[in-house]
């Protein structure tokens, strides 16, 4: 079975662009996450769904970032207008369960470079 | 608070070394999970182990074993005979019961394995 997928796998923009990330959950699997790796602040969740709907965004960083699940097999973390300081590693994640003990399946990221 | 310190930024060993990874986590609860996660050059993150709170059973695995001591509230990772291809980034994340997919991450400890 294919893993996470994300695209693009690299992404440079300039500074008030809209930049989209997406990502394809592993089949099957009900949680799908957002996660962001910097140097500063580490990993860091920002935003999950469970079935499509989403639980907890309390760690999206201000009104610029949404992220959409419009179906079981497809997520977008939107960034507009981006900024260079959000530039990160964006990771995406997915889980059968909601378990706490449930390991995560990620993606292989998106490296984003605001210029 | 719940928190997970690896307080080893960076180690480099030489090729066939043993070498340990600490981890010391903080938590109130006393159903908590523990992991290792594994960040290759390439990017991605790799699940290596999970551990709960209630199982304190130190677990071998080919090169890797863990130590799990509640006592001093850490999850230590030992690679034995290390090689090249153990060179990554390593974390040690918490999670726990009613905290599902927020995994706590610590900041990573980087491992450089020489020839």
């Known amino acids: 079975d294919a893993g996470v997928i994300q695209s693009p796998r690299h992404e440079v923009t300039e500074m008030g662009q809209e930049v989209t990330l997406r990502c394809k959950p592993i089949?099957?699997?009900?949680?799908l996450f957002w996660y962001r790796q910097t140097m500063m602040r580490g990993l860091e969740l920002l935003i999950y769904?469970?079935?499509?709907?989403?639980?907890?965004d309390s760690g999206m960083p201000e009104d610029r970032f949404s992220a959409k699940m419009p179906n079981a097999s497809f997520s977008t973390l939107k960034i507009q207008p981006s900024e260079p300081r959000d530039s990160a590693v964006y990771f995406c994640?997915?889980?059968?369960?909601?378990?706490?003990?449930?390991?995560?399946?990620f993606g292989s990221g998106t490296q984003l470079s605001v210029l | 608070a719940q928190k997970v310190t690896q307080a080893q930024t960076e180690i480099s060993v030489v090729e066939k070394e043993d070498v340990t990874l600490d981890c010391v986590y903080e938590?109130?609860?006393?159903?908590?999970?523990l992991f290792w996660y594994k960040q290759p050059p390439s990017g991605e993150l790799v699940f290596l182990i999970r551990?709960?709170?209630?199982?304190?059973q130190n677990e071998i695995s080919g090169r890797y074993s863990w130590n799990f001591q509640k006592s001093t509230s850490s999850f230590n990772f030992t690679i034995t005979a290390s090689q090249v291809v153990d060179s990554a980034v390593y974390f040690c994340?918490?999670?726990?019961?009613?905290?599902?997919?927020?995994?706590?991450f610590g900041q990573g400890t980087t491992l450089q394995v020489k020839p």
């Open positions: 769904f469970n079935n499509n709907v989403p639980i907890d």
């Open positions: 551990r709960n709170s209630f199982d304190e």
């Open positions: 994640a997915s889980s059968p369960d909601r378990g706490p003990g449930e390991k995560l399946f």
């Open positions: 994340a918490l999670n726990y019961r009613g905290n599902t997919g927020k995994l706590i």
């Open positions: 089949s099957g699997h009900d949680y």
């Open positions: 938590t109130r609860d006393t159903t908590y999970y």
